[in-house]
């Protein structure tokens, strides 16, 4: 399992929280997903056999908002 702490720009309130929540929960391989308004940040433990970081955050720029590298 590798953890990520993808940090997330353009969440304004707990409906985008649960917004990126939802789009995460589709991503095959994620064992573990929080995702916080303050600090605006997403922390998955997923499984890189299964997916990717890349493909973490293009799901999360999919869902309409920015990743901040």
């Known amino acids: 399992?590798?953890?990520?702490?993808?940090?997330?720009k353009g969440m304004t309130c707990m409906?985008?929280?649960?917004?990126i929540k939802n789009?995460?929960?589709?991503?095959?391989g994620i064992a573990q997903l929080e995702v916080t308004l303050d600090p605006a940040q997403a922390?998955?433990?997923?499984?890189?056999?299964?997916t990717s970081l890349n493909q973490l955050k293009e799901t999360i720029i999919d869902a309409g908002f920015d990743v901040v590298d």
Do not use: E
């Open 43 to 50: 922390i998955v433990q997923f499984d890189p056999a299964n």
């Open 23 to 28: 789009v995460l929960r589709n991503v095959p």
């Open 1 to 8: 399992m590798q953890t990520a702490i993808i940090k997330i």
């Open 15 to 19: 409906g985008c929280v649960n917004s």
